[in-house]
């Protein structure tokens, strides 16, 4: 049991779907004691998630953009649990006018919002939750998408990734002497409710396995759901300002291999 008896936090469910799911259903039958989050709208979407997952979490209401519900969910886990081992940062959105095509028209309205919803926002989390993690160290882990390359249809969403990953390192920097880490997953494509909204997506999904070494299941997250449990737990302890890759090894291929 990688994770048994970490109390962690996980962001950024919504349907069965969500990497995030696959993620906190992971921490769960890896011996986790678990609380997600969601806000608006979409919580009775991660309410009607979290009743499928192996056991019931409870789930707390968080804007990522809002620096009092944040400290409303930090003042829970401190009286809930007295202390967070970890969280699992999978937030991220875009207006539609900053991807697919829309780059050098995206106006700083748009950007503003992807930057400081999918990347920021780890930061702002972070420190909300700090004084829970300072004592015993613990594990941050977010989910990027390779953004060391500009894809096709990615736009400022790919931006605002390199803001994460690079956001991923300064946080491994000054967390590191409380002995909390920080590392993020590139994931390959899944077929997410995220995914989808992205204009183009099939596309990449579809010819994602044809390049990728071990081949790629679009439908299936468990893999990165492993890795992100493995960073979470002690297993992982000597790693962080690390991104970590879970795509088959697409990442690592010059082409797709030649047709015979």
């Keep these: 049991m990688l994770l048994e008896g970490k109390k962690l936090l996980v962001t950024g469910v919504l349907t069965r779907e969500s990497i995030a799911f696959a993620v906190a259903e992971a921490a769960q039958e890896q011996g986790a004691e678990i609380v997600l989050t969601s806000f608006g709208r979409a919580m009775g979407l991660t309410e009607k998630s979290a009743k499928r997952l192996p056991e019931h979490a409870d789930v707390l ?6 620096q009092t519900q944040i400290q ?5 886990v401190g009286r809930r649990w007295g202390r967070l081992d970890g969280f699992v940062h999978a937030i991220a959105f875009a207006p539609q006018d900053a991807l697919g095509g829309n780059f050098l028209r995206t106006p700083w309205e748009s950007v503003s919002t992807a930057i400081q919803t999918s990347a920021y926002s780890l930061k702002a989390i972070a420190v909300g939750m700090m004084p829970h993690m ?3 160290g613990g594990s941050i882990v977010s ?14 969403m790919g931006v605002a990734k390199a803001s994460l990953e690079s956001l991923t390192r300064y946080l491994a920097r000054d967390l590191g002497p409380y002995a909390i880490r920080a590392n993020t997953v590139s994931a390959g494509p899944l077929r ?6 992205i204009p183009g997506f099939k596309a990449l999904a579809d010819g994602w396995s044809a390049r990728a070494p071990l081949g790629w299941d679009v439908t299936d997250a468990a893999p990165v759901a492993d890795t992100v449990a493995f960073l979470l737990s002690d297993l ?3 790693i962080t300002g690390e991104m970590v890759h879970v795509d088959g090894g697409y990442h690592a291929m010059g082409s797709a291999p030649p047709e015979d």
């Design 143 to 156: 989910l990027t998408f390779d953004a060391t390359v500009a894809w096709p249809i990615y736009d400022w």
């Design 72 to 76: 409303a969910v930090a003042d829970e």
């Design 61 to 66: 209401e968080m804007d990522a953009n809002d």
């Design 236 to 238: 992982a302890r000597g």
């Design 134 to 136: 300072r004592e015993n």
């Design 192 to 197: 997410t409710i995220a995914g989808k909204g």
